[in-house]
């Protein structure tokens, strides 16, 4: 989604704003912009499309100013284009932002009665105009209070002025803003990425907070105006692999990375001296918890429906999964003993962070499973489980999910452990299966060969079913997610046991339906299921895993076996084939599979 960057210092800063900017290219945009300050004067260049088209444009005319902001858009209020991508200006300021301004549409009514003419569709411009407004009788600091109390919605800011030679203003509500301090320069970034190649010296303002920047300076305000102190934080130095290497696509690659990245996290997280799961400072007793909410959006909602199976089977706890969106206008019931632990990758998530800080303004007891670990859903909740995947590029989310879904494991066993609710011998062969994960993820990939001849019925078809129960029902909805959202192709994840409930009027000839039967408690009902669609005519791609019993069913088009492990890690190794599914149909497609239509990395607004 939108990214913003701004630089000021005393060179030239147009190179190094478009170098930031190609950082939050995994972002997800449509367009990109550029505006900096020379004698006096804005220039301002903007393009539909690429930032590499952006810094063909800008190469040909050498943009000089020491002071700049750029962005890349990913469209809300009007179509992708060149009028529309940001900065915004007018003669005397010109302003990036990110988020949706809800009140817009009243603002821009009052500043239109004023003499304002817009040019674009956004709902950015009315931040050009009520400053400029605001400056025919105000002084800086006041025009900007002003502006920003007039202001409905979540936003970042990013503003720089004609006749300010050495300032940025950075404001923030609801979108994340980072500072980052160089020699002689200062930096503004939508997240610490964006700065990483510059500083790993960063401040990170909160809700209603803005800033000045000048090259050797950065003052902090509350959103009356009242000078504030911030912590100064130290970025990590591991840069993360931003290379696609050798492979096609992000995606191909941050699927295959999945054996090492869940060899990173077991042992992040698996002591295996003592033969115990770490959960390092966690900062309540097992006592102190009831209740579990997991919370999230997308795959990552996925992964916490996924952990309410294993908090259930292990645990007596009462577990909930919701989605962020719903979550947040829900009349909830907040109580001393319940856990809320908010699942995101990114950790920028609005919806999730929204709810996040709905639950800290109840003051609840709150836990982020994230990737990012300097992420603002992060900073903000009171304990982090990192999933140590290494930066996710790809927009569909691949081996974050099994991430998440690790990291939730080995709390749910963890907490059953303590609350003694499974034996010291079962928590340790637990744990010793969990040593075999990443071998066994790596022997999954092989499936590949056999997942690609089936894509063509994927590809051809109207639409598609991912059906499972119990365990394997989180896994269909992911399952489904992946196909929609790559190949662009309908696709319903569904409890298999509903099918007769209504879904199997949509079953006729030739259909594909995947159906997921690991050999649970679950696989005679979920194989009956599956000869009910059969019968109906559906093609069914059956994954299961490997055994040496028959299959209970003729007319099964396609199995796929996946290696045998205990049921709980089913899930881990069920879920590749079907990221290779949807990878695969994506592809034979001609889609754009790291960047799919309409689709942005980081969700940044509601
Ligand atoms: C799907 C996908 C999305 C994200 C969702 C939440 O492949 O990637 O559904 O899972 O947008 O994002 P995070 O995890 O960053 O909060």
Redesign the pocket.
């Known amino acids: 989604m939108c990214g913003i960057v701004g630089i000021t210092s005393n060179k030239p800063v147009s190179s190094s704003i478009i170098n930031s900017l190609k950082k939050l290219e995994y972002r997800g945009y449509d367009s990109a912009g550029i505006a900096t300050l020379l004698e006096g004067k804005i220039n301002e260049f903007k393009c539909e499309g690429r930032v590499k088209t952006l810094e063909n444009n800008i190469s040909k005319i050498k943009m000089l100013g020491t002071v700049g902001i750029g962005h890349v858009r990913w469209a809300t209020h009007g179509v992708p284009s060149t009028l529309n991508a940001h900065p915004h200006s007018s003669e005397s300021v010109s302003v990036v932002h990110n988020g949706i301004i809800e009140n817009s549409s009243t603002l821009k009514k009052f500043l239109v009665e004023k003499g304002h003419i817009f040019k674009s569709q956004t709902d950015t411009e009315v931040i050009v105009h009520l400053i400029t407004e605001y400056l025919k009788d105000n002084d800086l600091k006041t025009s900007i209070l002003k502006m920003l109390k007039k202001l409905h919605g979540s936003f970042a800011l990013g503003i720089i002025f004609k006749d300010e030679p050495d300032l940025i203003i950075g404001a923030r509500r609801g979108s994340p803003l980072a500072v980052g301090y160089g020699p002689n320069e200062n930096y503004l970034g939508s997240d610490s990425y964006a700065l990483k190649s510059m500083t790993n010296k960063i401040s990170y303002l909160n809700d209603g907070e803005f800033c000045v920047l000048k090259k050797n300076s950065v003052d902090f305000f509350d959103e009356n105006g009242k000078k504030i102190n911030k912590k100064i934080l130290e970025l990590s130095s591991e840069e993360g692999n931003y290379d696609k290497g050798d492979y096609k696509h992000f995606m191909a690659k941050e699927i295959e990375e999945q054996p090492t990245t869940i060899k990173n996290c077991v042992n992040e997280y698996i002591d295996k001296i003592n033969k115990d799961i770490n959960l390092l400072n966690f900062p309540w007793k097992q006592n102190e918890i009831n209740s579990i909410k997991l919370i ?6 996925h992964s916490c429906l996924m952990a309410k199976h294993w908090f259930e089977q292990l645990t007596d706890l009462d577990i909930s999964a919701d989605i962020a969106s719903e979550f947040r206008y829900r009349k909830n019931k907040f109580k001393k003993d319940n856990l809320y632990i908010f ?7 609005a919806d ?1 962070f929204a709810a996040l800080d709905l639950c800290n303004k109840n003051d609840m007891k709150t836990c982020s499973v994230v ?1 990012v670990v300097e992420s603002s ?1 992060a900073r903000d909740s009171n304990f982090v489980l990192p999933i140590h995947c290494g930066p996710e590029i790809g ?4 081996k ?2 099994l991430g ?1 879904m690790l990291v939730l494991y080995f709390f749910s066993l963890k907490l059953a452990y303590l609350r003694k609710e499974i034996n010291k011998e079962k928590y340790l062969k637990k744990i010793q299966t969990l040593l075999k994960l990443p071998d066994l993820v790596k022997k999954t990939l092989e499936t590949e060969t056999q997942i690609q001849s089936s894509c063509n019925s994927f590809v051809d078809a109207k639409g598609s079913m991912f059906l499972g129960r119990g365990a394997s029902f989180p896994i269909a909805l992911e399952g489904a ?2 196909l929609k ?1 790559l190949a662009y192709i309908h696709a319903e994840g569904y409890p298999a046991g509903e099918m007769k409930h209504g879904p199997l009027a949509l079953i006729e000839n030739g259909m594909p339906v995947v159906v997921i039967a690991p050999r649970d408690k679950y696989y005679n009902k979920t194989i009956s299921n599956m000869q009910e669609v059969i019968a109906r005519g559906a093609k069914v791609l059956l994954i299961t895993n490997k055994s040496n019993d028959e299959i209970l069913s003729e007319n099964i088009w396609q199995t796929v076996e996946v290696e045998n492990i205990e049921d709980d890690l089913l899930p881990f190794l069920i879920t590749i084939p079907l990221q290779k599914l949807a990878y695969h149909s994506a592809l034979k497609k001609g889609y754009d599979i790291d960047k799919p239509r309409n ?1 942005a ?3 940044t607004v509601e």
């Open positions: 999230g959006c997308g795959t990552a909602y699942v995101s990758q990114s950790g920028e998530t999730t990737n859903i927009v569909a989310s691949t974050a999910f998440q997610l992946k959202e689709l990395k980081s969700v």
